[in-house]
């Protein structure tokens, strides 16, 4: 097994460098959680519980719908959309572009977010609790919450009104998890250790050897959709407790869409919610460079899955009731709504992207379009807007293409603390 030193050297920086860097971002990684934890001492001192309202909904105007599963129906054709909204966005699941349709929604139905105090995310990796949200006071109507979390629902429930609709989105665990391994590798330090070029099927040919449960951040290394909904990943997948949780999660969400069949899913979302087909457009973000992508073998996703193996029962329980929905609904009509989705997103991208596709970072124009990367590498890609948009079109293309990170800071986030890390990075090129 190589020593660490000699892992270093194989870097294209000097191993010294590396060093110095990983060094310098631990103990400002402390202090600045230090800092946030005096920041937000406050927030635990809360008065009085008030009740969360029935509903925070505001009077919109209702829509034509030829739905017959809308529960918001007021007869066969007319529907009121449903604003008050718990989107529990899980890691590596095309859940950031989901999360700018959420975006653009509020904006134009003028709803109140809950959002993260200092930082884009609830603190996680540590379950939700109510004070996290930035600005609460008991009683006060919050429309939606969608920043990442690890989910704790009675705590969620403080939050947000008693008629909240709940929304999450899995995707296949064994591309889930090659998409979490590689993506955050830098952050795992168990991963550091694993020799050879090829760390994930190192680490796939005996898990066992590398894996802690214990490890800083090893949580994103196995079961971490689980891991999201704030059970605990390490359980074997037949032990009772598995079953339950997942029963529990059935019960609590109204609808489990899957990345793999994002369209269809937006389809039921839009059903179930009673929007409107323009409220759903989307471009896709976040995504990877091809050449970052590694090919799972049916040997490797065989493994994958058996290391992920609560995520696999997950998936498989709620890709059966997606299908039930999904006939519920009709295929035909499913398929009709699709065809009509994609073609006006074809016609966005026209508008909107220069050149018609995503590009590499250091092929992106605006900084205002920098997608954040993860550390180490910048293997994310990003858009460039079309010049001349029509100014019809101006506003939405921009919002369309806006990374999350710059759209919470445009929506009034308090984001001190992820900036800062972020000049951080910058400063030490990492």
């Not at 927030?43 to 599963?69: D, K, M, R, W, Y």
């Not at 572009?97 to 809950?114: C, I, S």
């Not at 896709?284 to 696999?312: F, G, H, M």
């Amino acid at each position: 097994m190589v020593t660490f030193v000699t892992m270093l050297q194989n870097q294209q920086r000097p191993w010294w460098q590396l060093v110095l860097s990983r060094l310098t971002v631990a103990a400002l990684f402390i202090s600045v959680t230090l800092l946030y934890c005096l920041s937000t001492l406050q927030t635990i001192f809360s008065p009085t519980e008030l009740p969360v309202p029935q509903s925070c909904a505001l009077l919109l105007g209702p829509h034509s719908n030829q739905s017959t599963t809308n529960g918001s129906q007021q007869d066969n054709n007319i529907c009121t959309p449903k604003v008050d909204i718990m989107f529990m966005k899980t890691h590596k699941t095309a859940s950031s572009t989901f999360l700018n349709v959420l975006f653009r929604f509020g904006e134009k139905q003028k709803l109140k977010f809950a959002f993260p105090n200092s930082r884009n995310d609830f603190l996680y990796p540590s379950r939700f609790q109510h004070t996290y949200v930035q600005g609460f006071r008991s009683g006060t109507c919050f429309n939606i919450m969608c920043n990442h979390m690890r989910f704790n629902a009675p705590e969620v429930a403080k939050v947000l009104p008693r008629d909240t609709t709940y929304i999450t989105i899995l995707r296949d665990p064994a591309q889930l998890f090659e998409s979490s391994f590689h993506y955050f590798d830098h952050i795992v330090p168990l991963t550091w250790r694993i020799p050879g070029e090829d760390k994930m099927a190192e680490f796939l040919r005996d898990p066992t050897l590398y894996f802690s449960p214990n490890g800083f951040n090893s949580f994103y290394l196995k079961n971490l959709l689980f891991f999201d909904f704030g059970e605990d990943n390490t359980l074997d997948a037949d032990d009772p407790r598995v079953e339950e949780s997942i029963r529990l999660i059935d019960e609590h969400f109204h609808l489990v869409m899957l990345t793999e069949h994002f369209e269809e899913s937006l389809i039921l979302l839009k059903d179930i919610l009673c929007w409107e087909m323009s409220d759903l457009l989307f471009f896709k973000l976040n995504s990877r460079k091809e050449t970052t992508v590694s090919k799972l073998t049916p040997e490797l996703r065989a493994k994958a899955l058996q290391w992920n193996s609560i995520d696999w029962e997950l998936y498989k329980h709620f890709n059966l009731t997606f299908w039930k929905k999904v006939d519920a609904y009709g295929r035909e009509r499913m398929a009709k709504d699709v065809a009509e989705l994609r073609m006006r997103n074809a016609e966005m991208v026209k508008i909107c992207i220069e050149g018609g596709h995503s590009v590499v970072a250091g092929s992106i124009h605006e900084e205002a379009m920098q997608p954040w990367q993860p550390i180490g590498e910048k293997s994310i890609m990003g858009y460039n807007l079309n010049k001349n948009i029509d100014k019809a079109y101006q506003v939405l293309c921009r919002k369309m293409l806006t990374p999350e990170i710059q759209y919470l800071t445009d929506l009034g986030v308090n984001m001190w603390l992820t900036k800062l890390w972020g000049h951080v990075r910058n400063i030490i090129n990492w």
